[in-house]
């Protein structure tokens, strides 16, 4: 799966599993998803269920609990990186 | 649907099975009363099936939700049932005991919940239904493992329902009186009088008592009923 596939079919499913009201293009590769941080995209604990829903959905990976999570979905590269790991 | 060999769990799913859901039967040892009961539902015109499964083992349980996802991609309804008595005072209770009622009633239903929540959560439907008990209200003497355990599903029920209401899973208990069923056979005379005292219906509950409550619950019509116990008791005062 090649980086250029991957990311924006990373952001474009995060837009759509939660229904963000934003261009899928417009995520910075590294901006934080998660709490307040600037730039990021403040998601919470309730989104990062759905993310988990639709990796599994998207990319038949499983995110086995949170301590895994919160690592694989730090950022889209990261979220990237996890799911090629895992793929491979 | 655990613990379904006898008593209310097997009520419980042939009560399910006739309102047209595949019932999974699971056993940890009784595995003729299992295979009866599903024979019974399959009698009835249902469809149904044993299969062993030990709550306490979670390799059991992630064998049974490998097998069901890929057969019949998860379940929509979830009724933890499966609970031992290990009654005794408990100044004098061995470690074993406190342990498998716990392990039992209260690990098997987080182990068997967290197996089958997920799909719940992604088909955006589901039903859990934790069998609790009159145990959990009543406070009697000789049984704090099992009252520690049915009150602690109470709580769970609680939570779980916060956090899965988004997804259209509802989450409900129901907490049973004293049902005639081989799990209070150990009851002496006086201890049954000095019970029906107590409870204005006058009688000892009857498993079919219990599943029609639970039935509704894993219904559309419930759709909006989360987070609650029910205690389905005769009206128990105490």
């Known amino acids: 799966m090649s980086s250029e596939d991957l990311k924006p079919r990373v952001k474009e499913l995060i837009v759509r599993q939660l229904k963000l009201d934003v261009d899928p293009a417009s995520i910075k ?60 | 649907m655990t613990g379904a060999s006898r008593g209310i769990g097997r009520a419980i799913g042939e009560r399910l099975a006739a309102d047209g859901y595949h019932v999974v039967l699971t056993y940890r040892a009784d595995a003729a009363g299992a295979e009866e009961a599903a024979g019974a539902i399959r009698a009835a015109g249902g469809t149904g099936e044993a299969v062993k499964c030990d709550v306490t083992s979670a390799a059991d349980i992630a064998a049974l939700a490998d097998r069901l996802d890929k057969e019949r991609e998860g379940i929509d309804v979830l009724v933890n049932n499966a609970a031992v008595l290990k009654n005794g005072l408990f100044a004098l209770m061995p470690d074993a005991n406190w342990s498998l009622v716990m392990e039992t009633a209260l690990g098997g239903t987080y182990r068997m919940t967290k197996a089958f929540v997920r799909g719940m959560l992604r088909r955006r439907w589901g039903r859990i239904v934790n069998v609790s008990s009159l145990a959990a209200f009543s406070g009697a003497a000789g049984q704090t493992n099992y009252a520690a355990a049915k009150g602690a599903l109470v709580a769970f029920t609680k939570s779980l329902a916060a956090e899965v209401g988004p997804f259209g899973v509802t989450v409900n208990a129901v907490a049973p009186g004293f049902v005639e069923t081989e799990m209070i056979s150990f009851l002496g005379k006086e201890a049954r009088e000095d019970f029906l005292k107590r409870v204005p219906v006058q009688r000892f509950g009857r498993p079919e008592d219990i599943a029609p409550f639970v039935s509704f619950l894993c219904t559309e019509g419930a759709a909006y009923l989360t987070g609650q116990t029910v205690r389905v008791d005769g009206g128990f005062v105490g």
């Open chain 1, 29 to 88: 590769d590294d901006a934080p998803l998660f709490g307040d941080a600037d730039g990021g995209l403040g998601l919470d604990s309730i989104d990062a269920l759905e993310l988990v829903l639709g990796v599994e959905k998207e990319f038949g990976i499983k995110v086995q609990d949170e301590e895994v999570g919160v690592k694989a979905f730090a950022s889209v590269d990261a979220l990237c990186d996890f799911i090629r790991a895992k793929a491979a």
